[in-house]
Structures are given as C-alpha cells and as structure tokens.
C-alpha cells in the first residue's frame, strides 16, 4: 500500500504562488502516473494535473494551464505542483494521486493522500 503525504498547503494573495509536494512511501511510485486534483466547498473534486511515470508527458486542465507546471523527482519520489499566478478560485484542498492511467479521471487513480488546504484571498 502505497502511502501519499502532501506538504502543508497555507494561505496565499491572489497573484502569489505556492509550491505543494507529495512525497510517496514507496519507491514503486515511479511505476505510477502521478496526479493533483482539487476539491473546493460544495463542489466536486476536480483533476488539475498529470504526469507519466518518466516527467516526459503532462496534462492539464484549462483553469490551470501555464499557471500550474507539475513535475516529479523519482529519486526523492516527490511529485511537486508549482502554483503560480494564484486566484480566488483556486482555492481549495488539493490532493495528489498515484494509478496506472493517464488523464483526468479520478476512478484511475488507486492511492490518495489526505490533501492539504490552499486558501487564496484577493
């Protein structure tokens, strides 16, 4: 069983940036596409990025797209998602995931860390 633990998220301006890692208690996790997802108040959780298993490819939603650069370090078995240029909608708990399948759909996704809070204010 994989295990999956996300830096502290924090609060942030809008326009600030913020940097989340997600550290894997398995060097298997290289095996794995690595995925942040999101889940603001009321609303469903939502895919925010992914990368394969060698950082070669990435996929991102439009909300965050040139915003947001997902990368990982698979000799530390860190995956990192980069926030930049933040707004008031981004706020949110962001979780990271580790499955064997691409793309956005939550249901490929097989382990799940706890998720951290991301709060932007304008």
């Known amino acids: 069983q994989v295990q999956l633990t996300e830096s502290d998220g924090g609060w942030v301006q809008a326009g600030g940036s913020l940097r989340l890692s997600c550290t894997a208690s398995?060097?298997?996790?290289?095996?794995?596409?690595m995925g942040w997802f999101r889940q603001a108040p009321g609303k469903e959780r939502e895919f925010v990025a992914c990368?394969?298993?060698?950082?070669?490819?990435?996929y991102y939603a439009d909300s965050v797209k040139g915003r947001f650069p997902i990368s990982r370090d698979t000799a530390k078995n860190v995956v990192y998602l980069q926030m930049n240029s933040l707004k008031p909608e981004d706020t949110a708990v962001y979780y990271c995931?580790?499955?064997?399948?691409?793309?956005?759909?939550?249901?490929?996704?097989?382990?799940w860390g706890r998720g951290t809070q991301v709060t932007v204010s304008s």
């Open positions: 995931a580790a499955g064997r399948t691409w793309g956005k759909d939550p249901r490929g996704y097989h382990f």
């Open positions: 990368i394969t298993t060698s950082g070669a490819l990435t």
């Open positions: 398995d060097p298997t996790i290289s095996d794995y596409t």
